[in-house]
């Protein structure tokens, strides 16, 4: 776990969370070409805490109203650590699919 306090597994598209918050209008730019889906997650709840995770997060929640993907990227803004492929499945009512 990075300093930023969290493992995710990275996306394969570079720019999704700059897509994101231009279709809902948000005037924020996402700076770092490393982003991860927030489906699975391995947190440092103390590294959190100690970085007042909460508070931080809230403020983009309050004046933006962003999801928990954008506003977890938006925190760590590259600087998470990584989850291996296998942490990255999408079960399906006819597959299972694990995303490279």
Known sequence: IRSAGLCGRSSK???????WLKKDRIDLRYSS???????????SLDLLRRNDFVGTVMEWVDEWGVN????????CNG??????????????????HTYT
């Open 33 to 43: 070409d490393r982003q991860f889906n927030a489906g699975v997650l391995l947190l």
């Open 68 to 75: 928990d993907q954008i506003a977890f990227n938006l925190y």
């Open 13 to 19: 598209s570079k720019d999704l969370i700059n897509q």
């Open 79 to 96: 600087t998470y650590g990584e989850l291996p492929t296998a942490y990255n499945v999408f079960v399906g009512p006819s597959h299972t």
